[in-house]
């Protein structure tokens, strides 16, 4: 794998202790602020940080491949989707 794809947050050792949170853009929203904030709170911090595609598309940025996960449908099992704008992942012990 290139270094230059590998996530580390994502890839290190779990977590003892971890929440999840998620957020929609919400209309009006200062998208350079919010991103300069979130920024500054996965370096300092050592959060995970997931962009959706609707905040990617606000930006006026391109990830190839990003698109909202799909459902999961299976005998004796479903699993809606459910798209957000920015995910988090507050690691800890």
């Known amino acids: 794998m290139d270094n230059n794809q590998i996530q580390p947050g994502?890839?290190?050792d779990v977590p003892?202790?971890?929440r999840y949170l998620f957020f929609t853009l919400a209309p009006d929203?200062?998208?350079n602020l919010a991103m300069q904030g979130l920024r500054t709170v996965a370096v300092d911090r050592g959060i995970?940080?997931?962009l959706g595609p609707a905040l990617v598309m606000a930006t006026g940025a391109r990830v190839e491949g990003l698109r909202n996960f799909p459902n999961a449908v299976g005998p004796g099992i479903?699993?809606?989707s459910q798209p957000f704008s920015v995910w988090c992942w507050l690691r800890g012990d």
Do not use: C
Request: net charge negative.
């Open 10 to 12: 994502i890839v290190a």
């Open 16 to 18: 003892r202790a971890a």
């Open 29 to 31: 929203t200062d998208i």
């Open 48 to 50: 995970v940080i997931g």
């Open 78 to 80: 479903e699993i809606p």
